[in-house]
């Protein structure tokens, strides 16, 4: 089994663009397709990217998700930042029958 | 309009049964997986299972594996979650979310177990 580990906290100012990292512990992140979801306080997630970078019908062009096999790492990037963005943030990638969420990142906009 | 639309807020006591559903609608039911996820009070994201509801195919977490059943009536497009002895360690919101990469995922229905 692996593990994908996010920061627990990123925080930016409106208009900024963050990035949010997910790094997979062992296998590689590009054998299996990484999701991202948003959650927003007293909400169920939804899904910002899909398929490493796919976005969803109605999900804003300023989000996107890119992998690096040389960091074994996937990536959310939110550019032009709004305070709606303000959420938890989670990856999600999956190998054989198992499926693995990252532990969250709490984003901030300030 | 793909739609999962899940049951309602569960208040029960240590030791009882309880099944939760998510019913799907929108789409064809039988041909897409449906997994749970649980998020404790204040945590984050976890998977517990997903069944292909066209043959009942289920895999488990192996942390949840023995402590919940998942199942589906496809005749009525619905999964289904369920404890036979539930836990104070089991209070938390359950979501159901569609194919193995949660592509539409229901409301949520929050489990409160105290005595």
């Known amino acids: 089994n692996f593990i994908l580990t996010q920061p627990h906290s990123v925080s930016e100012s409106p208009g900024k663009t963050v990035t949010i990292s997910c790094t997979r512990s062992?296998?590689?992140?590009?054998?299996?397709?990484v999701q991202w979801y948003q959650q927003r306080p007293g909400s169920a997630p939804t899904t910002v990217i899909s398929?490493?970078?796919?976005?969803p019908s109605g999900v804003p062009d300023r989000f996107s998700g890119s992998i690096d096999s040389s960091s074994n790492s996937a990536s959310l990037t939110i550019s032009g930042l709004k305070t709606e963005d303000e959420a938890d943030y989670y990856c999600?990638?999956?190998?054989?029958?198992?499926?693995?969420f990252g532990g969250g990142t709490k984003l901030t906009v300030l | 309009e793909v739609q999962l639309v899940q049951s309602g807020a569960e208040v029960k006591k240590p030791g009882e049964s309880l099944k939760i559903s998510c019913k799907g609608s929108?789409?064809?039911?039988?041909?897409?997986?449906i997994g749970w996820v649980r998020q404790m009070p204040g945590k984050g994201l976890e998977w517990m299972g997903i069944?292909?509801?066209?043959?009942?195919?289920?895999r488990y977490s192996p942390s949840f594996q023995g402590q919940v059943t998942i199942s589906a009536d496809k005749s009525i497009s619905t999964a289904y979650l369920q404890w036979s002895s539930l836990q104070a360690s089991d209070t938390a919101m359950y979501y159901c979310?569609?194919?193995?990469?949660?592509?539409?995922w229901g409301q949520g229905s929050l489990v409160t177990v105290s005595s």
């Open positions: 929108g789409y064809s039911f039988t041909n897409y997986w």
């Open positions: 069944i292909y509801p066209g043959d009942s195919d289920t």
């Open positions: 062992s296998g590689t992140i590009a054998s299996n397709f």
């Open positions: 999600q990638s999956y190998d054989g029958s198992n499926q693995v």
């Open positions: 398929e490493h970078n796919r976005r």
């Open positions: 979310a569609r194919q193995w990469s949660f592509d539409y």
